[in-house]
């Protein structure tokens, strides 16, 4: 599976992005899809998951001005961000936790990550 992930960019506080990762190979299934962050100096963190049936999870801090949604037929996954602040600056990166044959439980496969800088 390769995830490759798009829609990063510049823009000013109050700003928006849509983030986009599409997948490509063989999927058997899907169990989660998701967008973590990583700022400088800090650890990567979840910023929102979904799961194959569509349930959202959210970091405190993208509750409310993030949205997550996926499309199992085009197999992507978008994060709309809206109300940019200086502290959403980082590096984004997709995730996806899938079902492979032999393998117990999820197999994690990582975009190559998309930067996002908020200006002030």
């Known amino acids: 599976v390769q995830l490759q992930a798009s829609g990063g960019g510049s823009v000013q506080a109050g700003g928006s992005l849509r983030l986009s990762c599409a997948a490509s190979?063989?999927?058997?299934?899907?169990?989660?899809m998701g967008w973590f962050r990583q700022a400088p100096g800090k650890q990567r963190e979840l910023v929102a998951r979904?799961?194959?049936?569509?349930?959202?999870t959210y970091a405190d801090s993208a509750q409310g001005p993030f949205n997550i949604s996926r499309d199992l037929d085009k197999n992507t996954v978008t994060l709309e961000m809206k109300s940019l602040q200086r502290e959403d600056t980082a590096v984004y990166y997709c995730?996806?936790?899938?079902?492979?044959?032999?393998?117990?439980?999820?197999?994690?496969?990582w975009g190559q990550g998309t930067q996002v800088t908020v200006s002030s």
């Open positions: 979904v799961t194959s049936y569509g349930s959202p």
């Open positions: 995730k996806w936790a899938v079902v492979e044959p032999g393998h117990p439980g999820s197999v994690n496969y």
């Open positions: 190979g063989r999927i058997f299934g899907i169990n989660s």
